[in-house]
């Protein structure tokens, strides 16, 4: 059974970083394009970035590019995202993401920016 759990959320100040982690297991995981998406409060759950099975291939929603990076470790079945000079609208629930047949989701990580 396909597992995700995510760590590295917190309270961080405007132009602070965070380094967010997902851990997977129960499939093959370096066979998997990975995903980041978040959800803040009355607003719809958004794609924020995506890394290719190999690594080789990222891709960013607009208001991250430039300051989030996605990297995986295919050796530790861990996928991270690097959050740097955040800004208070990025304050959100952070959800890692894999589609295995169906799309599967970990319990997600807070991460608030205060201004």
């Known amino acids: 059974q396909a597992q995700l759990v995510e760590s590295g959320g917190g309270l961080v100040q405007s132009g602070g970083s965070l380094r967010l982690t997902c851990a997977a297991s129960?499939?093959?995981?370096?066979?998997?394009?990975m995903n980041w998406y978040r959800q803040a409060p009355g607003k719809e759950r958004e794609l924020v970035a995506t890394?290719?099975?190999?690594?080789?291939?990222?891709n960013y929603a607009d208001s991250v590019k430039g300051r989030f990076t996605i990297s995986r470790d295919n050796a530790k079945n861990t996928v991270h995202l690097e959050m740097n000079s955040l800004k208070p609208e990025d304050t959100a629930v952070y959800y890692c993401s894999v589609s295995i047949r169906v799309r599967v989701w970990g319990q997600g990580t807070q991460v608030t920016v205060s201004s």
């Open positions: 890394i290719a099975n190999d690594g080789t291939g990222t």
């Open positions: 129960g499939f093959a995981f370096s066979r998997y394009p």
